[in-house]
Nanobody, 126 residues
Framework: QVQLVESGGGSVQTGGSLRLSCAASEYIIGLYCMAWFRQAPGKEREGVAAVSNWGSVTYYAVPVKGRFTISQDNAKNALYLQMSSLNPEDTAMYYC???????????????????WGQGTQVTVSS
């Protein structure tokens, strides 16, 4: 099982920015679908962004498109999520997830991912 460790969460005000990082214990970034999900209290886990094909293909959820950017560093085996123009609706626990195939239209389905990190909290205040 691949170990995924997220970092970079914190508390910011509306309009602020954060950069999340995810470190993988094995060399999988670039090979498979890697994604960021988030889960707010009382809500279902939702896909935020995904990347595969060595970073050449990216997917974004509508609420974050244009504000968030997913990227990866294959040499460092790391996944990132740059978040800008944050608002209180972005408050959630953010999780890094790894699949075992390239991303496709299924990328928002949490049950298609094999490995998950422990999460990092993002809190946006108004």
């Amino acid at each position: 099982q691949v170990q995924l460790v997220e970092s970079g969460g914190g508390s910011v005000q509306t309009g602020g920015s954060l950069r999340l990082s995810c470190a993988a214990s094995e060399y999988i970034i670039g090979l498979y679908c890697m994604a960021w999900f988030r889960q707010a209290p009382g809500k279902e886990r939702e896909g935020v962004a995904a990347v595969s094909n060595w970073g050449s293909v990216t997917y974004y959820a509508v609420p974050v498109k244009g504000r968030f950017t997913i990227s990866q560093d294959n040499a460092k085996n790391a996944l990132y999520l740059q978040m800008s123009s944050l608002n209180p609706e972005d408050t959630a626990m953010y999780y890094c997830a790894a699949g075992r195939t390239v991303c496709s239209t299924w990328w928002t389905s949490a049950n298609r991912y094999n490995d998950w990190g422990q999460g990092t909290q993002v809190t946006v205040s108004s």
